[in-house]
């Protein structure tokens, strides 16, 4: 088992839709999480991070964590198709502030 | 905004031939991090450091090595490029909390 799984994807929405990307990891004892967004031939950038079970919100972006099942997701509202992109979920594990990075959802907002 | 800087963006360059990417931050920041990534896959950890004098390998095996001398350079080296090194290197770096910031990333080929 793979210690953060992501859904590969590619998920299509309309444009104007709402984006949901699903994030599971494996250690129960990870306190902080983070959504990563890449185009295409570039590299990672940060959207949010959450340390608190439930939502937190910044603009379209809304970041949701459940600690008990061990699961983080990141809605998009709104979606453009500025926001097709591969979205990285990664988990801090371990005592050395590592992050752990899933595969990637890649998001595909069409017109 | 994540003051990074990754020098070169992109090298072609023989079997056997040494080379150095180059990371450096701006920001301060102790911890470094050295990514491998292959177009459409997942970013895997090859080396950092949390701090001047200290590195440690990451979870993907690498050929390469890095020195932390300064806080603010990162440089990765390969005694012996192969074919099986071209990748896209990824550098990053975090300020004792986890939250990395990455730079634009070197695209190696070797031929």
């Known amino acids: 088992q793979k210690e953060v799984e992501q859904n590969s994807g590619p998920l299509s929405v309309p444009e104007g839709a709402i984006a949901s990307l699903n994030c599971t990891y494996s250690?129960?004892?990870?306190?902080?999480f983070f959504w990563y967004r890449q185009y295409s031939g570039k590299s990672p950038e940060l959207i949010m991070f959450i340390y608190s079970n439930g939502d937190k919100e910044d603009g379209r972006f809304t970041a949701q964590l459940n600690k008990a099942s061990q699961y983080v997701s990141l809605l998009i509202r709104d979606s453009q198709p500025s926001d097709s992109a591969t979205y990285l979920c990664?988990?801090?594990?371990?005592?050395?502030?590592?992050?752990?990075f899933g595969a990637g959802t890649r998001l595909a907002v069409h017109p | 905004e994540a003051d990074i800087y990754q020098t070169p963006r992109y090298l072609v360059i023989g079997t056997g031939k040494k080379i150095t990417l180059e990371c450096s931050q701006t920001?301060?920041?102790?911890?470094m991090y050295w990514y491998q990534q292959d177009p459409g896959m997942e970013l895997h950890l090859i080396h950092y450091s949390y701090g001047v004098n200290s590195t440690e390998k990451g979870d993907l095996s690498s050929e390469s090595t890095v020195s932390r001398i300064r806080t603010e350079h990162f440089p990765l080296t390969l005694e012996s490029a192969r074919p099986s090194h071209t990748s896209q290197y990824l550098c990053?770096?975090?300020?004792?909390?986890?939250?990395?910031?990455f730079g634009p990333g070197t695209r190696l080929l070797v031929l």
């Open positions: 250690d129960r004892g990870s306190q902080s």
């Open positions: 990053a770096s975090s300020f004792s909390g986890e939250t990395q910031y």
């Open positions: 920001m301060g920041h102790d911890k």
């Open positions: 990664a988990v801090v594990s371990g005592g050395y502030n590592k992050l752990i």
